[in-house]
């Protein structure tokens, strides 16, 4: 099953995870990452869930926006990451609520949040449409979801990714964190998640309105940003 994979790869990988983030990307994903914390405008005294919270870093940006008088949660199905993430913001002396839960199926109240965000979290849901439903059902009407993900990249650039994926990624993988199917899978969920429009349509499908797609480094990663109706 996916989620059994998925939850392999996220085990063997978190002590090296931030490592290998800076090396996959040449640092580029803290820039992609701050962009999307500035499109999902985030005030203080709001609500706010971050899920597939890895190590934190969203959360991190996120809780200096909504604190003091808000809330900021973090939440991740793969246990190991959620303590790796938990324990960072600790250390930033940020003591934010925590929750192991699926995507799929979150236990908060109907409505409650004022934003909701996913940083590469997205493609290793087994239903994306129904986590989509479910980030929609948790959202008061009005309230965002910033969706950053890996995406299509442009097509002059796709046979160069394409090598860059598929080789450097799983040798990196094997040298920094000793497993490089963990970043062979990488890749292949990449070429297999929805690409720009198909993304933006299910998120129409899912409840939202005024769906904005950004994309950056040519299409190696894109934001969806949504409203919920």
């Known amino acids: ?3 059994q994979k998925v939850r392999r790869v996220f085990d063997s990988v978190a002590e090296r995870y931030d490592v290998m983030n800076d090396l996959m990307s040449l640092g580029l994903h803290r820039l992609w990452k701050a962009f999307a914390i500035s499109v999902a405008r985030v005030r203080r005294g709001e609500r706010v869930l971050d899920i597939a919270t890895g190590s934190g870093d969203l959360a991190s940006a996120l809780a200096p926006r ?5 809330e ?7 246990r190991r990451m959620l303590e790796r993430g938990r324990d960072r913001l600790l250390d930033e002396g940020l003591a934010l609520p925590a929750v192991q839960c699926d995507g799929e199926r979150m236990p908060f109240p109907t409505a409650y949040f004022d934003c909701v965000t996913v940083g590469f979290g997205l493609r290793n849901m087994t239903r994306k449409d129904v986590a989509l439903a479910e980030m929609a059902r ?14 299509k990249v442009q097509k ?4 160069a990714y394409d090598w860059y994926s598929y080789n450097v990624l799983p040798w990196l993988g094997d040298k920094v964190v000793g497993d490089a199917d963990a970043y062979r ?7 297999q998640h929805p690409d720009q429009e198909t993304l933006a349509a299910m998120l129409r499908a899912a409840g939202f309105g005024q769906v904005e797609v ?9 934001i969806h940003r949504g409203i919920r109706f």
């Open 185 to 191: 899978y990488l890749a292949d969920s990449i070429r």
């Open 72 to 78: 900021v949660w973090i939440s991740d199905i793969n």
């Open 156 to 159: 002059p650039l796709q046979r």
């Open 1 to 3: 099953m996916k989620a």
């Open 138 to 151: 948790v959202l008061k009407p009005g309230g965002r979801l910033v969706v950053l993900e890996f995406s």
């Open 214 to 222: 950004f994309n950056l480094a040519a299409g190696v990663v894109a």
């Open 66 to 70: 909504a604190l003091p008088g808000g």
